[in-house]
């Protein structure tokens, strides 16, 4: 299962992106600064556009999905009941897992958007896909929410999971590390190597290198793990 | 001073709260409450009953600028230009005095590039400065900031908060889920369904949090 | 053309031309070939395959009863062209300023606006109606009839929570009626002769030729 991306451009009126590289099993994070391209890259990724130039090639995806970063795109039931039916998914489980149950009879367009965010990410990650593309995963979500978000996608066995984010807080656990600098794609490889080459490393992870004490990974566990060693 | 007193409103339940000057930032679990307390603030709502004061004065009748979550849904006219100069279109300025303020406060703020642009060719982080010139140009004695970092990256983000500081704004408002940059504030309230369950200086509040996932790790990792 | 005045002034006057006969149509469908620079943009717009179906469904059944049903869809069909270039054209904040100019700081200003934000809502809603296609597509909800009552509703929910936000927006930014603006357009001379050669179009159609030569006889 891989997807490989060969001098993939996307040009647009007033900008550009490019892409070569190849993404296996595993979770991948892909950072970038607001407007660097994530989205763009995210759709042509999951073959919902074509790129202006270049090549992809999927081996062994037949089941790929993307999460838009506004939950609403995706609803269809006409109650948070339904909506969870409408993934092929048992409502009961969902909503539990969710924390929902009380409002399983509720229009999802009524839920905050926090709320419905959190019911959407249930959905999406309670199912097998070959390809999960995340766009934007924690946007609208509490330090809570995006606490059991993360441990919930570290959790993923199989298939490519990519993650478009430009979170600086909270991290699921990554197998590999990737940038959109300067209109570019770059691989900064696996963790922990990967570090200390990361532009967009959040403040707490620079300081632990700075230290000497980098991280194994990301999660919130890593890093305290890393803080505490001597 | 801001001074709530006896608010009932919707889910918020708030006997008393006082925010003092400088940088407030408001934490706590979706639901909990904090728009609608940032609403009641800059006087988008009135509260169902309770007092909200600034400096002994309403907020509908205080200076307030105010910038959301959504770039999308903070933008209400098409070109740069437009939507900064806004309100004070809206107070029927003159359009020469309007233009002069206008640039003066582009240049400052280091987005003068972007004046002749459409909108909706901005990136995210783009749309918020735009949000944000708009609602610094009339001088806001409160400024109201709804989670306006959660759609900028770091860098942004940083941006903001440094224009925000040079503009020295009596009070500032910010709700935000970063509750690394909330360290950097003045005053912290945590709310939890619709109360106040802590407020006061940054340390004292993330101290009753130690151990939730709204603890900075900073702070966990001595850092 | 950069100023919206002339360009719409040049709108209405072909549209009257094609209206009114299908010499008319003929001369303003030739205008829009000329000048009108976005043929291929303007061809690629979704809506105008749908609406020439329409249009061709009432011109049969015109036909049918009696009607000149060729004509009328070759005339509508102009109109519909010269209408999809005026919306290509488009350009953000325009219509602000056209209606200061029109209809001054307190009407006009709040006119302008109003179609200011329709427009940006109109776009935003093209947008997320991309969006929710793909994502219910991805999802396999069924066939595109069975999508848009769902999809319906989440753009109308989208639109009326932005519509509450730019009514807090506004209260926020001091709105009570109307605002200040000098407006402010780019007229060039190509602007002014493609807005002549149109009102020429609309005098020759009203105008019958012999007219032009009323000494001669």
Redesign the interface.
Known sequence: MRIDLDAVRVVR??WSVSATGTFTEGIHLIS????SGKTTLARVIAG?SPPTSGAIRREDITH???S?Q?P???????TVSEECS??GLDPTVILKQASLQEKAGLSP?RL????LKRLHLACVLSQEYDLLVLDEPF?????????RACTTISGRARGITIIFT?E???FPRVDMLWEIVDGSLHCRGNLPDALRTWE?A???VR??IRRGKEPANLT?QD??E???RT | MIELSGIRHTILDISALRIPFGTTSVIGPNGSGKTMLLKLLAGIFLPHSGTVRIDGVPPRKTETGWVNEFPDRNILFGTVIDEVASSLRFRHLPDRDVKITVEKLLDSMGISPLRGRPVCDLSGGEKVLVALAAALVHTPRVLVLDECDSHLDNYRARQVERIVQERAIPYVIRCTQQVESAIRSDHVIYLENGRVAYEGVPGEVFARLHGTPFYPLTMECGI | MQDIRLRIAAALVLTLSAFFSLAGAALAFLWWIAWSGKVSEIMRMRMILPVAGMLAFFSAVLSLTGGDGVSYFLRMMVIVLVGSWVYAEQKSGEFLHLGVWLLGNRIGFELGMLADMAMQTLHLMVRDFETIRVAQALKGTGTAGKMLVPAGLVLVTGALSRAEHTAELMAVRGYRCGGSLCPRFLTTRGDIFRCMTALCILIITVIPVSEFFILYR
């Open positions: 009126d007033s970038g600064d607001v407007g919902l790929p999905m993307i838009f506004f609403e795109h995706h609803v269809t039931g006409s409408s993934w367009l905050s958007r926090g709320e946007s609208s979500l509490d330090c809570k929410e995006k606490a430009h600086q807080s909270q967009h959040p403040e707490i300081a632990l919130r890093i305290r890393a803080a505490c």
